[in-house]
């Protein structure tokens, strides 16, 4: 049975300081606005973006903070502006929950780059590690019908995160040469991707043993990113390099792989130490990718499922929550977990 809540509260796992152990709290549940949908959660994916949100690493957190952005559930509620959805629809929503819908890139279609963005966070006011949230209609997700539940969980951001840069930085036809940068929640999902659009790619980690798994998810090459002599005799190998890793890396020799003009692509947040040598005389670009579009968020579900693309879970009841932040802050997670609601109909 569907779990039944009150509708004046929601049961939610919250940070009440900085960097302090999820509690379990009774929070007045958030209004619903017009346009937007209360989703009741079954699944909730666990992102290294909730650890540092919880710690407040992008001084933005406000507390009580409830975290959890890889949301799969239930329509409970429709606002009366809502279209498209009726309860019982099973839905997803990912990192972005909402935007102003005025500002220039929202109006180029581009909300990702909404001006508004920190206000347009699923976690504002309350995040997936709950009972419900609430979300704008117009950026919540049908899923595919045979979609399971924590594969959406983890394609809402994680698998966006790197299909938005593969479909538009690397160009379908050209037979480009890509190196993705990490094996890790991010990367393991990158290589699947890139090989089923068609691209050439190798896996560069700092851990060799992750060299079977890498073949396995769809790399043609794998390179201990620790071997200098294997990353120089890739030396302007690549058309891009997607970096997924957030540290630890060798930027100068990473550098030195890709061709003249190439792109080095970060979607983590990662700290970078660079002379700029390489990027002046070889014209380099560095660039971010953040999460995609809308259209973007649906082609994605649907190529995910086409292609049987599959993020590698390890499940875990929600009631577990501080165990699995502790696991992805440990870089233990293998390599995404995602949280099952307890009691909530899958």
Sequence with gaps: ????????????????ERGKTLELKSLEAPKLGDNDVRVSVTHCGVCHTDVSAIDDYYD??????????????????VGRAASGFKEGDRVGVGWQGRSCMKCEWCLKGEEQLCMDIVKSATWDPYGGFSSSIIADSRFTYQLPQAMRPEVAAVLLCAGVTVYSPLRTYAKKGTAPKIGIV????LGHLALQFAHALGYEVTAISSSPKKKEEALAFGADHF????DRDSLRRVEFEYDLLLCTSSGGLSWFSLLETLKKRGKMVLVGFPMIDLKPIDI???????????????????????FAQAQGITPKVELMPMSQVNEALQRVK??????????????AES
Excluded: C, Q, W
């Design 1 to 16: 049975m569907k779990t039944v809540e009150s509708p004046s509260t929601i049961r939610a796992y919250v940070a009440m």
């Design 60 to 77: 933005i957190t406000n507390y009580p903070f409830v975290p959890g952005h890889e949301v799969v559930g239930y329509i409970s509620e």
């Design 182 to 185: 990490g094996v890790g929640g």
């Design 223 to 226: 390179i201990d990113s620790n």
């Design 280 to 302: 002046v005389s070889h014209e380099l670009s560095i660039t971010g990718s953040f999460l995609g579009n809308r259209a973007i968020m649906k082609e994605v579900l649907e």
């Design 330 to 343: 440990e870089n233990k997670a293998r390599y995404r977990i995602v949280l099952v609601n307890e009691g």
